[in-house]
C-alpha cells in the first residue's frame, strides 16, 4: 500500500467551463491532462493525499490587497473567486494541521496583478497569494512570510504587493526580464527603502537547465530562508521552466521541479503558469505533489526527456553563478542598502508605467512612501489609466505606527471627492477598506 | 413472476414476486462453507407447486465472490502491467505473479514506448510455469488506448484459460483502482465460473431454464453468460439489495435517506427522487481499491446486536458484536435487549434482557427502564450522526467547474426509509429525534431480496472523441471508429446512447427497461500554438440503477397487502 510520509492537501479546481478567449492559453483545456494523469495515478487514493472542495474568497478577503477600480465585481470573474478560494482552502487546511503541506491547482493564475488592479495582466487579475497570506495574517496572526516564486515570467504584481512590507519575504527566479514578459526582476529590484533585500530577484538565462536553478535554490534561497525564519514558506509554482513550454526558453524538467520542491519544502504551494498543457504540466505536477508528499518520484520521466540534450552550456553556469553572488551580496548588504535609499528624506516617491496586456490598459502611477523609523510607513498611490480613471490609493500597514496610521486617515480625509474617481483607504490594523466617489 | 434471492450473513431470502405482489417468501440458513448448497436449497424451496413456465427470471445476489476476497481464499491469479511516467507501478504488486514489462501509453493515448513481445513472452511463460491459469493485463491510460493490452493479450497467445484486459473492465481513469478490478476479476473467476455452472445445471435438471441474472454492486444486474467476462462486478451486492428493496418503496419527488439496521452494522445510503447515488470511485474492499461500479452506501459499526456497555461511566455502543441478544440468549445486553425491556419488541426473554441491562443501570445509576430507554435513544442518535457524516461527505465532493461551484447542489434528505430486522422498533423515534418523516419499508425482513427480484439491467459507457487526431472510441467496447473535424458533442451523444443500448440488450435488459442518463459531458478545444486544431469530447453515460418496469405494480401490492 502506497503511504504519503507528508501529509498533503490538494484542491484541484481546473475550471473546465472558463478561458480568456478561445485560442488564449489561458484556457479550458489547461489542466486537462493534469487532471487526466492525477487521476490515472490514483494521487487521491493515497493514504495520506487528501483533496479538498474549493471555497471561494469573499469580497474582503480581496480588499485587504487590492484597490480595485471600478470595483472588485469588475475586476474579477467568478473563476478568480474559486481560484483565490483554492489557495486559502489549502492554507486554512495547512494552519488547522488536516495536513502537513499543501497545494492549490487552481487558474486562471495571480502573481502578476499588483496592488491597484484596472484590470487583468499576463493572465492574472487578482493575487492568489497575497490574498491567501492577508487571510492567514487576518485569522492565525501570522508575521512572517516567504514567498519564492519559480514561474518563467518575473512576479511583478507580488513584488509590488510586497515591495515595502519587511516581514514578507519576496524571491524569484525567472528567466531573464531582458528576454521575456513581463520585462522586470532584476538583481537591482530589491525592495522598497523600509523593506530593501525582503526582495529577491535571481533572473537566470534562457537555456538554464536543472543544475542552474537547483544552484540557485541551493546557494541562495535556502541560506537567506534560514536567515529569514519565515513562519510558512509560500512556492508560487509556474510551470513555465519547462523544456517543452511554448512561451518560455528555458530547460527545466519534471524531476527538476520535484526535487527543488524537496529542497525548499514549500508549506503552501499555488499553481501559477505553465502551458505546455500536454508534455509538461501533467508530469511536473505529479512531480510536485509526489515530492510535497515525501514520495519517490523518480519515474516521473516525462516524454521528450533527455539529460544530455536539457543540459546547460558552461557559459550559463558562471552566469547563474554570478547572479547569485550579486543577489547574496544585496541580501547581506540590506540593511546598508535601505539607509542609502532612505537618506534624510521624510518621503520616497516612485512613478511607474504599467500595462495591462490583457485588455490593452495603461496605468500611471505616482507612489508615495512614508519613511518611518517606527514602522513599514504608509503607501499612497495616485494612479491614472488611460481609459480616464484616476484614483487614490492609501495603503496603512499592519503593523503602522500611530503616527503613520494618523497620516493615512488624514490623507484620505481631506482627499478631496471632487479630483478624483474613487479615492480608497486600506486600513490594515481594523482591517477595514473605505471608498469616497465622486 | 420473478425470483429474488439475497444471501445473507446468517440467512438467505428468497422471494417470489409477480402481478399479485409478493407470491412467496421463504428463508433458508446460510451455509458460507457450502454456499451453493444453500443457494440450491433456496431455489428449490421457492419453486416447489410453482409450475416453470410462471417463472421469468431468477436475479441471485450473493457473497460469493465478496467472502472469498474478503477470507482471503481468491485463486492465484497473474498480472502483466505495462506503466509509463508516473509513480513505480512496483507499488501496485498485486502477488508475486506480477510482471511489469516495457510499454507506455500517453494521457492523450500516445505510444511513448513500444511493447516488447519478447519481454511479455517470457513473463507469460513464468507465469505458466508457476500454475497460474487466470492473467490480467493493465495498462496505464490503456482506457485512452487500449493496443498495448491488446498486443499483450496477442502475444500472450492461447497458453491461459482467462485473459483480462483492463480497458475492458472499466473506461473509468484510476491504474492502481485498474490493476486491483482487473485482478480480482481473474482471482474469482474460477469460482464464480464453477459455482454458476453448477446452478444452471442444477436447475435444469428441475425443468427451470429461464435466464439467471446476477446482481451488481451497483445495484443493476447482468446476464450469467455476461458475468463469466466480469465475474468481479457481483462483489459487494449485498448492501446494493437493500439500497434497491428500499427504492421500490421510496418517493419520487424527493431525497430519502436509507438506514438498513442489521445485527452489527447499520447500513445507509441516499436516494434522489427514488433514485440511488453512485458510488465516486468504485468497491472498496480488504484493501483492495477497485474500478467496480457501487452504489453509494455507508456502513457504521451499530446495529441491533452491538455489545452495550459503559466505560468511564458513558454508555458505548459497538463497534464489536458478541452474539445474538440476551433476550435470545446471548452474552452481552445489546439495543435489541433494551427494546425487550421497554416491551417496544416482543418475542425475546424479557427477563434475561433485564438481566443484562441491570449493571448498566447500577453503573450509570439510573433504574433499568431509564437505562433501557437511554441505550434506545444513542443507539438512534449515533445512526442519524452517521448519516450525517456521511452526507457531508457526498457534498463536500469537489468540483471542476466555475458553474457547478456556483450552483454548488448539496443532497438535503427530508425523508427517512428504514429497513432491516429491527426496522420498525426505531422509525418512530427517529422521526421524534430527527423532524424527518420517517417510513418502514413493507415487508423489509425480506426487502433486499425484493429489490435483487425487481433490478434493471445497468451499464456505462465512456466515449472519448479527438477530432484532431480524427477518432472516435469507446475502449471498453472496443469501439472505434473514424470522424472529421465536424463531428459534434450532439452527435458524441447519438453514438453513445445507441453504444449504451447495445451493451445493455447485450447484459440481458428489456428495450422497456432502458433509461440513459448523461453522467459526463465535457468538450475542449485542442489549440495548438494559437491555432484551434480540432475538439476533445468526452462522454459518459449510463443506465441508471433504477427498478424493471413493472415494479411499481408489484411494489403497490405489496403495500396494499401490508396495509391490510
Not at chain 1, 480568456?20 to 483545456?29: C, D, G, L, Q
Not at chain 1, 479538498?52 to 478568480?80: G, L
Not at chain 1, 509556474?238 to 530547460?251: A, E, K, V, Y
Not at chain 2, 491504474?175 to 455452472?197: D, G, K, M
Request: charged share 25%; hydrophobic share 35%; proline share 5%.
Amino acid at each position: 500500500m502506497l503511504k504519503a510520509l507528508n501529509k498533503t492537501g490538494l484542491v484541484f479546481f481546473p475550471a473546465f467551463d472558463w478561458a480568456i478567449s478561445a485560442t488564449h492559453p489561458e484556457r479550458e483545456e489547461r489542466l486537462l491532462y493534469t487532471q487526466d494523469q492525477v487521476l490515472e495515478e490514483g494521487l487521491f487514493d493515497i493514504e495520506g493525499i487528501r483533496e479538498f472542495k474549493s471555497d471561494i474568497v469573499d469580497i474582503k478577503d480581496v480588499q485587504r490587497v487590492h484597490f480595485s477600480y471600478p470595483d472588485v465585481w469588475r475586476v474579477m470573474t467568478e473563476s478568480h473567486f474559486i481560484s483565490a478560494g483554492g489557495a486559502k482552502t489549502i492554507a486554512n487546511a495547512v494552519m488547522e494541521k488536516s495536513v502537513d503541506n499543501g497545494f492549490a491547482l487552481v487558474r486562471p493564475p495571480g502573481h502578476h496583478a499588483m496592488r491597484v488592479v484596472h484590470g487583468g495582466r499576463g493572465f492574472c487579475n487578482v493575487n492568489n497569494e497575497a490574498i491567501m497570506i492577508e487571510h492567514l495574517r487576518h485569522t492565525y496572526g501570522i508575521d512572517r512570510v516567504a514567498i519564492v516564486d519559480t514561474d518563467c515570467h518575473h512576479g511583478d504584481g507580488s513584488q509590488d504587493i510586497y515591495w515595502h512590507d519587511p516581514d514578507t519575504l519576496y524571491i524569484s527566479l525567472h528567466q531573464d526580464g531582458r528576454t521575456i514578459y513581463p520585462g522586470s526582476g532584476f538583481t537591482s529590484e530589491v525592495g522598497g527603502p523600509n523593506a530593501a533585500g525582503t526582495t529577491l530577484n535571481i533572473p537566470l538565462p534562457p537555456y538554464t537547465g536543472e543544475s542552474g536553478f537547483l544552484y540557485a535554490i541551493n546557494e541562495v534561497v535556502l541560506p537567506v530562508l534560514d536567515e529569514f525564519k519565515p513562519e510558512l514558506i509560500i512556492n508560487s509554482a509556474g510551470q513555465d521552466n519547462h523544456f517543452s513550454d511554448p512561451l518560455t526558453n528555458m530547460l527545466f524538467t519534471a524531476k527538476g521541479y520535484a526535487d527543488l520542491t524537496r529542497l525548499l519544502k514549500p508549506d503552501i504551494v499555488v499553481l501559477e503558469g505553465g502551458y505546455s498543457i500536454e508534455g509538461a504540466l501533467p508530469y511536473v505536477n505529479i512531480g510536485i505533489i509526489l515530492a510535497l508528499a515525501g514520495m519517490d518520484y523518480s519515474h516521473v520521466i516525462e516524454p521528450g526527456y533527455d539529460p544530455e540534450k536539457l543540459k546547460q552550456s558552461e557559459s550559463i553556469t558562471q552566469t547563474v553563478k554570478q547572479t547569485c553572488e550579486t543577489v547574496k551580496a544585496n541580501w547581506a548588504q540590506r540593511e546598508a542598502i535601505g539607509r542609502k535609499m532612505r537618506g534624510n528624506q521624510k518621503f520616497a516617491e516612485r512613478r511607474r508605467n504599467i500595462f495591462y496586456d490583457t485588455e490593452g490598459i495603461y496605468e500611471t502611477q505616482k507612489e508615495t512612501l512614508k519613511l518611518c523609523p517606527d514602522c513599514s510607513g504608509t503607501v499612497k498611490i495616485d494612479s491614472t489609466s488611460d481609459r480616464g480613471a484616476h484614483i487614490l490609493a492609501i495603503h496603512i500597514p499592519r503593523k503602522a505606527c500611530s503616527a503613520c496610521r494618523d497620516l493615512g486617515r488624514q490623507w484620505f480625509e481631506s482627499a478631496k471627492p471632487a479630483d478624483y474617481d474613487m479615492i480608497c483607504l486600506q486600513d490594515r490594523i481594523d482591517d477595514t477598506y473605505q471608498v469616497k466617489n465622486k | 413472476m420473478i425470483i429474488g434471492l439475497d444471501v445473507g450473513g446468517t440467512h438467505t431470502d428468497v422471494v417470489l414476486v409477480g402481478e399479485n405482489g409478493l407470491e412467496k417468501q421463504i428463508k433458508v440458513p446460510t451455509d458460507t462453507s457450502a454456499l451453493f448448497h444453500t443457494v440450491l436449497t433456496g431455489l428449490e424451496k421457492i419453486t416447489e407447486n410453482v409450475p416453470a413456465d410462471e417463472i421469468s427470471h431468477t436475479v441471485l445476489s450473493t457473497t460469493l465472490t465478496t467472502n472469498a476476497i474478503v477470507q482471503g481464499k481468491l485463486s492465484p491469479a497473474g498480472m502483466i502491467v505495462t506503466s509509463g511516467p508516473g509513480i513505480d507501478p512496483e507499488a501496485f504488486r498485486t502477488s508475486e505473479h506480477y510482471f511489469i514489462v516495457p510499454g507506455g501509453i500517453d494521457h492523450s493515448g500516445r505510444e511513448i514506448e513500444k511493447i516488447d513481445p519478447e519481454k511479455v513472452k517470457a513473463a507469460a511463460a513464468r507465469l505458466e510455469k508457476a500454475g497460474i491459469r487466470d492473467i490480467g493485463v493493465v495498462g496505464k491510460f490503456s482506457a485512452r488506448n487500449p493496443a498495448h493490452e491488446r498486443q499483450i493479450a496477442e502475444a500472450i497467445g492461447p497458453r491461459f484459460e482467462k485473459v483480462f484486459l483492463g480497458h475492458q473492465i472499466s473506461g473509468n481513469f484510476g491504474f492502481p483502482r485498474r490493476i486491483n478490478t482487473t485482478f480480482l476479476n481473474a482471482s474469482v473467476y474460477p469460482l464464480h465460473c464453477q459455482f454458476f455452472e453448477a446452478v444452471k445445471k442444477s436447475l435444469k435438471q428441475k425443468g427451470i431454464t429461464v435466464p439467471i441474472h446476477i446482481l451488481k454492486a451497483d445495484g443493476g444486474t447482468m446476464g450469467l453468460d455476461t458475468s463469466i467476462d466480469f465475474p468481479g462486478q457481483s462483489i459487494l451486492s449485498g448492501p446494493a439489495a437493500s439500497v434497491m428493496g428500499s427504492v421500490a418503496f421510496a418517493p419520487d419527488y424527493t431525497e430519502t435517506l436509507v438506514l438498513d439496521i442489521g445485527g452489527t452494522s447499520t447500513d445507509m445510503a441516499v436516494l434522489i427522487k427514488g433514485v440511488p447515488l453512485l458510488a465516486p470511485h468504485g468497491v472498496d474492499i480488504s484493501g483492495y481499491k477497485t474500478l467496480i461500479r457501487a452504489l453509494n452506501s455507508h456502513s457504521i459499526g451499530i446495529g441491533g446486536d452491538s455489545r452495550v456497555r459503559v466505560e468511564n461511566g458513558e454508555l458505548k455502543i459497538g463497534p464489536d458484536r458478541t452474539g445474538p441478544a440476551m433476550g435470545y440468549g446471548g452474552a452481552d445486553p445489546t439495543p435489541t435487549d433494551a427494546l425487550f425491556v421497554l416491551e417496544r419488541s416482543e418475542g425475546g426473554d424479557r427477563r434475561r434482557a433485564v438481566q443484562g441491562i441491570e449493571p448498566i443501570a447500577g453503573q450509570l445509576g439510573v433504574s433499568v427502564e431509564e437505562a433501557a430507554y437511554e441505550i434506545f435513544d444513542k443507539t438512534c442518535r449515533e445512526i442519524l450522526a452517521g448519516a450525517r457524516e456521511m452526507i457531508e461527505n457526498i457534498n463536500s465532493k469537489p468540483v471542476y467547474t466555475v458553474k457547478e461551484a456556483l450552483e454548488g447542489y448539496q443532497v438535503n434528505p427530508d425523508h427517512i426509509l428504514v429497513l432491516g430486522g429491527p426496522a420498525a422498533y426505531f422509525a418512530e423515534h427517529f422521526q421524534n429525534i430527527s423532524g424527518y418523516t420517517v417510513d418502514t419499508v413493507p415487508e423489509c425482513q425480506v426487502a433486499n431480496a425484493i429489490g435483487t427480484a425487481l433490478s434493471r439491467t445497468t451499464c456505462e459507457i465512456t466515449l472519448f472523441a479527438d477530432t484532431q487526431k480524427g477518432l472516435v472510441t469507446a475502449p471498453e467496447e472496443s469501439f472505434s471508429q473514424t470522424v472529421d473535424l465536424h463531428f459534434t458533442r450532439q452527435d458524441a451523444h447519438q453514438m453513445g446512447t445507441n453504444l449504451l443500448k447495445q451493451k445493455a440488450v447485450r447484459l440481458g435488459a428489456k428495450t422497456e427497461d432502458i433509461e440513459t442518463e448523461l453522467l459526463e459531458d465535457l468538450e475542449f478545444n485542442i489549440v495548438r500554438g494559437f491555432r484551434l486544431m480540432g475538439k476533445n469530447i468526452r462522454v459518459k453515460q449510463q443506465i441508471k440503477p433504477g427498478l424493471i418496469h413493472d415494479f411499481k405494480n408489484i411494489s403497490k401490492k405489496i403495500k396494499e397487502a401490508c396495509a391490510r
